[in-house]
């Protein structure tokens, strides 16, 4: 009778850990979702910025029309175009931020100072993305996650090459 006491107990402490370790991941799965979800609000941001800029600067004609295309294929770009079109954004920004610092053009120093400062934000949240990515790939990972599908249907995240950029 202690057997069958022992092994039912074992068997209930084995389900508890799969609910728990289930449950944990469905949370890293939550933060991805939540993480993602701020880093593309700061990267709409950064396009409306982009835009302001363009509208509001003596921009050279080309430069002017390249930071707006840039700026306007981001906020419109599919998923599946958004790596080019993000990395795209950040090479213009880059190019008009070199020309502002080197006095080639002048631009408002509140939008210059918002720029920076949405970049920097833009930085922390990849971090904490590409971090939240990585848990829940580690966790998905061990053999008990594959064996007993504790992921369920949930798709692995996919890591965007523009989060790599240098901004």
Same mark, same amino acid.
């Given at each position: 009778?202690?057997?069958?006491?022992? #092994?039912?107990?074992?068997? *209930?402490?084995?389900?508890? &850990?799969? %609910?728990?370790? +289930?449950?944990?991941? /469905? @949370?890293?799965?939550?933060?991805?979702?939540?993480?993602?979800?701020?880093?593309?609000?700061?990267?709409?941001?950064?396009?409306?910025?982009?835009?302001?800029?363009?509208?509001?600067?003596?921009?050279?004609? #080309?430069?002017?029309?390249? *930071?707006?295309?840039?700026? &306007?294929? %981001?906020?419109? +770009?599919?998923?599946? /175009? @958004?790596?080019?079109?993000?990395?795209?954004?950040?090479?213009?920004?880059?190019?008009?931020?070199?020309?502002?610092?080197?006095?080639?053009?002048?631009?408002?120093?509140?939008?210059?100072?918002?720029?920076?400062?949405?970049?920097?934000?833009?930085?922390?949240?990849?971090?904490?993305?590409?971090? +939240?990515?990585?848990?829940?790939?580690?966790?998905?990972?061990?053999?008990?996650?594959?064996?007993?599908?504790?992921?369920?249907?949930?798709?692995?995240?996919?890591?965007?090459?523009?989060?790599?950029?240098?901004?």
């Amino acid at each position: 009778m202690s057997r069958y006491l022992v #092994a039912i107990l074992i068997a *209930l402490i084995f389900a508890w &850990y799969l %609910s728990f370790s +289930a449950s944990r991941l /469905d @949370r890293l799965h939550h933060r991805v979702e939540t993480s993602w979800e701020h880093l593309d609000a700061l990267l709409q941001r950064r396009a409306a910025l982009a835009l302001e800029i363009a509208h509001q600067s003596d921009l050279d004609p #080309a430069l002017d029309l390249i *930071l707006t295309a840039s700026a &306007y294929e %981001s906020r419109e +770009a599919p998923m599946s /175009d @958004r790596n080019e079109a993000e990395s795209l954004l950040s090479e213009s920004l880059k190019v008009l931020r070199t020309s502002a610092q080197d006095g080639e053009i002048s631009i408002k120093l509140s939008l210059l100072d918002r720029l920076v400062d949405i970049t920097e934000k833009i930085k922390v949240s990849i971090a904490i993305h590409l971090e +939240a990515v990585s848990a829940v790939e580690n966790l998905r990972s061990k053999l008990i996650f594959k064996v007993f599908r504790l992921a369920g249907r949930a798709k692995l995240p996919y890591h965007y090459s523009f989060e790599d950029d240098q901004l």
